[in-house]
């Protein structure tokens, strides 16, 4: 298998990409005063990362309008509808009831309706929605994570080539690339400010997120859900929904992904019927191809310390950085290198639209973020494989890993691959004995 892992292929496949024109059927004219003159927008999975990206579509200013929705939920997408309209109103806003689609294949009707589309289902549905997009030709703003296991990321892999060699603008939600700080930083570390990245460690610290409490009248399906963050098939475990970020910047920062992955985790506190099949903590080392090592943690531990940040070391100094716009860089004798102005920096999650509706109304090509973000969700997943299994697992082993986590059915009287026992409880992994690939 060809080797993913050097410098030279990091930045040949996660650069942004330059090239030509979009196609003539695509290419919006200069003057916007007709609705043939406006970008048609459909949104796929209208929880509040979906809202919240039509919200910042809107808000770059461009002549853009909602004209299709889609969710697996009747009462997510009226929810959704109901805040966007009220903020936007009809002249932003044309989602009659029939364009509203809700079930497990409405998003490939929602698609057809639009030239752009906003991808943020949960992310077990990210690659089939992502191929579906590419395949009608569309812009994309995808969210992260791009899959929860290894035949995902094959997909999304394919997919991201077609991608490209229809010209089609991909943006994905890993939004510190659209941040000032990580920008900044980044660029001095790779002119080598720092020298060369020799270690770092990266982390995603906090207390968790919500439960929603099983119903009744719910089939296993409706369960698993509404409730998607438990279930790998639907989020991935929390080290692929959350963690992504930090070790995306990890690989960003050594312009490598990693050749293998050890560590542990498991269930100290989020122990419940509730909680699914989820580890609540991961601790992880991912080793680079020159040898340099990253550690990479994260816990969902209610009342323990939060840290959500990166650093790295160098031959020549050492970084901090945040998503609370720190990047810090000093040499090791404490003399500073680059200090970035955290006052007054704009939003990534605003700037990720506002550059990428701005390619778009002008009929160009420029973003091609499906390859980088694929390849560090599998760094993620490759992590969760290595603390589930308690194994060492190397990158073509994880790439190639035969274990399929999507229901071979969807439908809401059909059943997910991981169900509850008797008591109520769902089996989760254990290492030493789980196989993960």
Not at 346 to 365: F, I, M, R, S
Request: with cysteine.
């Amino acid at each position: 298998m060809k080797n993913l892992n050097s410098r030279r292929d990091f930045l040949k496949t996660s650069a942004l990409v330059t090239g030509g024109m979009l196609a003539p059927s695509f290419l919006v004219p200069g003057a916007y005063a007709a609705p043939a003159n406006e970008l048609k927008l459909a949104v796929i999975g209208c929880g509040g990362r979906g809202t919240g990206a039509v919200f910042q579509a809107f808000e770059t200013g461009h002549p853009i309008k909602l004209v299709a929705m889609a969710d697996a939920f009747q009462d997510r997408l009226d929810s959704s509808y109901k805040a966007i309209f009220e903020k936007f109103g009809k002249d932003k806003v044309d989602v009659p009831v029939e364009k509203r689609f809700v079930g497990f294949d409405g998003y490939k009707k929602a698609m057809a309706e639009a030239d752009v589309v906003i991808l943020a289902a949960p992310p077990g549905f990210r690659p089939s929605h992502f191929v579906e997009a590419v395949n009608q030709g569309k812009q994309i703003f995808a969210e992260k994570p791009m899959a929860t296991d290894a035949a995902g990321i094959r997909k999304v892999l394919a997919a991201a080539e077609v991608a490209k060699a229809k010209k089609l603008n991909v943006v994905v939600g890993l939004q510190r690339h659209y941040q000032s700080n990580y920008r900044e930083v980044m660029k001095r570390v790779h002119n080598g400010d720092l020298g060369e990245i020799v270690g770092g460690q990266v982390y995603w610290n906090d207390g968790g997120v919500w439960v929603r409490e099983r119903k009744p009248e719910q089939t296993e399906m409706e369960y698993q859900m509404r409730n998607w963050y438990y279930f790998n098939w639907l989020c991935g475990d929390h080290i692929v929904e959350q963690h992504v970020h930090n070790i995306d910047v990890a690989n960003w920062a050594k312009n490598s992904y990693p050749v293998k992955a050890e560590g542990t985790g498991g269930r100290a506190v989020r122990t419940g019927k509730d909680h699914g099949e989820i580890f609540d903590h991961h601790v992880l080392t991912f080793t680079y191809a020159d040898g340099s090592v990253i550690h990479s943690e994260c816990r969902h531990f209610p009342g323990a310390a939060n840290r959500v940040d990166e650093t790295f070391q160098g031959t020549k100094g050492k970084v901090f950085l945040s998503a609370g716009n720190h990047g810090v860089m000093t040499d090791w004798k404490g003399n500073p290198i680059y200090t970035h102005d955290r006052n007054n920096q704009p939003n990534p999650y605003q700037v990720e639209h506002d550059e990428l509706w701005a390619t778009l109304v002008k009929g160009e090509y420029k973003f091609a973020d499906a390859e980088n973000a694929a390849k560090s969700t599998l760094t993620a997943i490759m992590g969760r494989y290595a603390t589930y299994s308690g194994k060492v697992l190397t990158w073509d082993e994880a790439l190639n890993g035969s274990v399929d986590l999507f229901p071979d059915t969807l439908a809401w009287d059909a059943m997910p691959k991981v169900l509850p026992g008797a008591d109520g409880y769902y089996p989760h992994a254990i290492p030493g004995k789980t196989k993960v690939i």
